[in-house]
């Protein structure tokens, strides 16, 4: 180990002053250079004095370029290019509202429930409802006030009163 200490010594600020040049950073080049001498220790083949600065630069500029090739393969991602669907627990949870809406639909009378889907997917005009349905205007706001009101209702007995709920469960204003 004495030996390998001497080495260490004698080469560790020139192998981190040649893996700073290369790297740019000084925790990287801290990181190879600890590294360049574990892989230096740990080698089977031993190390001829000679040639012992460029075997360290060798094995130094090698851990370099893998860390590149490494950083290559793990790019960043950015928000606007991550996908646009909901996440596996928000498509259950909007799933389960849906499937709830639509039994809460099936409990509207028909009337009703026409209305609020003339006026809420199709956006008619409650002109236009009454007239489809044969009804007056005014009975077109309520029927569709009414069942927004049951559909809420519903909602709030499944305790999904929302953020926007009072302690009693009801919407605030």
Not at 38 to 50: L, N
Not at 93 to 101: C, D, H, K, P
Not at 106 to 116: G, H, I, K, V, Y
Not at 133 to 140: F, M, P, R, Y
Request: charged fraction near 30%; hydrophobic fraction near 40%; avoid cysteine.
């Amino acid at each position: 180990m004495n030996e390998f200490s001497a080495l260490y010594e004698r080469h560790a600020r020139d192998v981190f002053r040649f893996a700073l040049s290369l790297a740019r950073d000084r925790d990287e080049a801290e990181d190879i250079m600890s590294e360049t001498f574990v892989r230096a220790m740990a080698s089977s083949e031993p190390i001829r004095m000679a040639t012992v600065k460029g075997y360290l630069f060798t094995i130094a500029r090698n851990l370099y370029l893998q860390r590149l090739r490494g950083k290559q393969r793990h790019v960043q991602i950015d928000e606007a290019v991550r996908d646009p669907k909901p996440d596996p627990h928000a498509q259950a949870e909007q799933a389960s509202e849906i499937g709830a809406a639509f039994a809460g639909m099936q409990r509207l009378s028909e009337t009703d429930r026409t209305a609020l889907l003339l006026r809420a997917v199709h956006e008619m005009p409650y002109d236009e409802i009454a007239r489809t349905l044969g009804i007056s205007v005014t009975a077109a706001k309520v029927r569709v006030h009414r069942a927004r009101k049951a559909l809420l209702g519903l909602r709030e007995d499944r305790g999904g009163g929302g953020p926007d709920a009072d302690e009693r469960g009801r919407t605030k204003p």
